[in-house]
């Protein structure tokens, strides 16, 4: 068999490139995609994470406000709270000192037990709010930089600032108990105190033969206390002063008893009791003695008084023994008579002329007569008829 390709037959073969002439081949261009692709991520991220960052900022920032706002809130309503519990707490401590200082003279025993009551009350309120004042407020957190450290930090605020509004209403919910219980104390010690200033009149008058400094001081003492308004040392001290004062009128009246004991007792607090009688709104004080300016023996009779111009409105009167003695007689009525009139002068000294001694003891022998003691005892005898005048003038002192 003949190839009939080959060379034999005529044929030639062609190269596989013509002469001075190259094949060109088609080159295929690679697209460069892994490094854009990673530029982008960077990008992507960082717009997340910078988104992210912003919003935890912005939600920090919120979170912060919203609990300083809350914060201020319940702060401003503690100090408040606080005030009012201090401001209730030194009332209860003065009402405390008022009970215990109470030694049941002067005071109604149902005020006293009403005011016990409302102290114990009072003590429970103050108690249980100072246990809702001793909660802590937590302080702002400090701001983080991250923000997943944001994001926790905002959750932990927020959680804070519902804590605190809570606390905020239990401070709140205190305040009507504390305003009512200090209400409660303070209405109870003030009835307290009004029944024991009312009460001195009635104690002075069961104990009559007191000496005058004590009753002074009980009548002093019980009109500061009843100028009291509230609760407080001050009221502590009235009360106290109150309380001196009657047991002073209590000792000195012991005392004066104890110097008048014998068997001329009852005539004497006859003899003051009348004299008393006649000079009503005059607080008086008795003496007695054998010899009274001079004079008391063999008979006779002798009397003494002093007043003060300065502080009106009571006086000493000294009386010999046999004023008792002679009780009673129409004499020993007509001398003490006198001795009342110079006592009852200090209410009417602008009706006469008390310049000398004279005429303060023709005074008193008026005034004497012009209530109907015309004994000469009552100082006729020692001083002179006084004129009629004096008798008119001292008909208008009583």
């Known amino acids: 068999m003949v190839d009939p390709h080959s060379a034999a037959h005529g044929f030639h073969t062609l190269p596989m490139h013509f002469s001075g002439t190259a094949a060109v081949g088609r080159k295929t261009r690679r697209r460069r995609t892994g490094p854009i692709l990673s530029i982008v991520g960077v990008f992507a991220a960082g717009a ?135 209400s409660s104390v303070s209405d109870a010690g003030i009835t307290l105190l009004s029944s024991a200033a009312s009460a001195a009149a009635p104690f002075e008058g069961a104990h009559i033969s007191a000496k005058n400094d004590a009753v002074i001081a009980l009548r002093e003492s019980a009109a500061d206390l009843a100028e009291v308004t509230s609760i407080d040392q001050d009221a502590v001290t009235s009360f106290v002063a109150l309380q001196d004062a009657a047991t002073q009128v209590v000792s000195s009246e012991q005392v004066e008893l104890a110097e008048k004991a014998g068997p001329l007792m009852q005539n004497r607090l006859a003899i003051e009791a009348f004299a008393r009688s006649l000079a009503p709104g005059v607080l008086l004080e008795f003496d007695w003695s054998p010899i009274v300016n001079g004079v008391g023996d063999n008979g006779s009779m002798g009397g003494l008084t002093t007043w003060w111009w300065s502080t009106p409105g009571h006086a000493v009167i000294e009386l010999s023994n046999s004023v008792a003695e002679q009780w009673p007689s129409i004499t020993s009525k007509s001398l003490v008579a006198h001795e009342v009139g110079h006592a009852i002068s200090v209410k009417c000294q602008d009706m006469y002329d008390s310049s000398t001694q004279d005429s303060i003891e023709k005074w008193a022998t008026a005034w004497a007569i012009s209530m109907g003691y015309t004994d000469d005892a009552n100082g006729v005898w020692a001083y002179g008829y006084p004129p009629q005048s004096y008798i008119d003038a001292a008909a208008g002192c009583r």
Not at 60 to 87: C, G, I, K, M
Not at 107 to 127: C, F, G, I, N
């Open 48 to 182: 997340v994470f910078g988104g992210l960052q912003l919003a935890g900022n912005l939600g920090f920032d919120d979170a912060a406000e919203q609990f300083e706002a809350q914060a201020d809130s319940t702060h401003a309503t503690l100090l408040d709270v606080r005030a009012s519990t201090t401001d209730l707490d030194a009332v209860t401590a003065s009402a405390t000192q008022i009970l215990e200082s109470d030694n049941g003279t002067l005071a109604p025993a149902a005020s006293k037990d009403v005011l016990s009551a409302a102290v114990d009350e009072a003590d429970e309120v103050v108690a249980d709010t100072e246990t809702v004042l001793d909660t802590e407020i937590p302080d702002r957190t400090e701001k983080p930089g991250w923000f997943w450290e944001l994001f926790a930090a905002s959750d932990r605020l927020s959680d804070d600032r519902a804590d605190l509004a809570d606390l905020d209403d239990d401070l709140a919910d205190r305040s009507p108990l504390i305003e009512t219980a200090g």
